[in-house]
């Protein structure tokens, strides 16, 4: 029988790429998990593993036995929910995970909510980009995630989670009032930090129209970026939920792009109680704050016709 503990080690070798690094994410020396990973092949009885230069990648047979184990831990997480269930009552820690405009705009009502309804959860939330969500959900450091992407950019599916749709926003372009018409590809940009999603959807959009933008300025606060457009710094990509407060000095174009807000959490999780009842409190307040996915956005509509 093969042990879950280090068919979990394995899965996490498959998304980290290094010992190292699931040693770091477990707390675990990088020779413990080296002995954990052998004895896996041994009870395996085939080659899971194989040196490549100072590392290791798996093999054929470890890929195929990192899908059935995300299927084995989907498993355990569903029959988790179901005692959680059985034991009745919600309480003890529930981890939110979100972006920046969502935690200002989309958590503070659905924790409001939680709080009120099921005081015995300890609700503690993490602000993180998108791309740090999946691993995590993976290493248990959150249990529920608010993620992002753009049709643009889509994201790519990850079998150890689990998404559903919360909305679909207009995305823009911020210019300064009286922007003299000249093509905004080629203006000076205000992008998000590199290796955030906002920072690459706006590459990608000055790549598809075959233009290099000139980043002047790197910021991740859609406040503070509005903010510097309003002063005249330059142009931005903005997506609606980004947008509250509209500075006097700043103007929005729709663009023909759409961002997607999707609530992630772990495989086989959703029926738990505490998750069942934080993506409740999280599309109610989304349905009060914006629109919910699918909802439709006038294309060259302006900013008063696409926020409710």
């Given at each position: 029988?093969?042990d879950v503990r280090r ?8 998304h980290?790429g290094?010992?190292?690094a699931v040693a ?6 990088a ?5 954990q ?8 009885g085939?080659r ?5 230069g100072?590392g290791?990648?798996?093999t ?5 036995l ?6 084995l ?11 959680a269930?059985?034991?009745?009552g ?8 979100a972006?920046p405009?969502?935690v200002?705009?989309l ?8 709080g009120?309804?099921?005081p015995g959860?300890d609700?503690r939330?993490?602000e993180?980009d998108?791309?740090d969500?999946?691993a995590a ?11 992002h ?6 994201a790519e ?16 372009l ?7 018409g000249?093509?905004?590809l ?5 992008v998000g ?11 990608r ?16 606060d859609?406040t ?5 457009v309003s002063?005249?710094?330059?142009v ?6 980004g947008?509250?407060?509209l500075p006097a ?6 663009l023909?792009i ?6 992630a959490?772990r495989?086989?999780?959703g029926?738990h109680p ?5 993506v ?8 009060r704050?914006?629109?919910?996915a699918?909802?439709?956005t006038e294309p060259?509509?302006d900013h008063?016709a696409?926020?409710r």
């Open positions: 029988m093969l068919l979990h080690l394995l899965r996490d070798l498959s980290l290094t010992i190292a770091d994410a477990h707390a675990y020396t020779s413990a998990v080296s002995q990973l052998a004895a896996l092949q041994r009870e395996a085939v899971l593993l194989e040196r490549t100072r290791v990648t798996l054929a047979a470890g890929a195929a990192v899908e059935h184990a995300e299927a831990l989907g498993v355990l997480e569903a029959a988790d929910a179901t005692l269930t059985a034991r009745g919600l309480a003890g820690p529930l981890r939110i995970g972006f405009s969502a200002r705009t958590l503070p009502e659905a924790l409001t909510t939680l009120r309804d099921h959860l609700l939330v993490t993180l998108p791309v969500v999946p959900l993976r290493d248990r450091r959150l249990d529920v995630a608010l993620v992407d753009y049709d643009l950019v889509p599916p990850d079998p150890a989670a689990e998404w559903i749709p919360l909305l679909d926003e207009a995305v823009f911020a210019v300064p009032v009286g922007f003299d000249s093509d905004p080629t203006a000076d940009w205000i930090s590199p290796g955030t999603l906002c920072h690459t959807v706006a590459l959009l000055c790549r598809d129209a075959g233009l290099s933008p000139r980043v002047r300025h790197h910021a991740d859609f503070a970026v509005l903010a510097l002063a005249g710094h330059g931005a990509v903005v997506p609606e939920l947008v509250e407060h000095g700043a103007e929005l174009r729709t023909p759409r961002r997607r807000t999707r609530i959490h495989r086989g999780s029926t505490a998750i069942a009842a934080c409740a409190a999280l599309r109610a307040s989304a349905a704050t914006s629109r919910p699918g909802a439709a060259g509509g008063a696409t926020r």
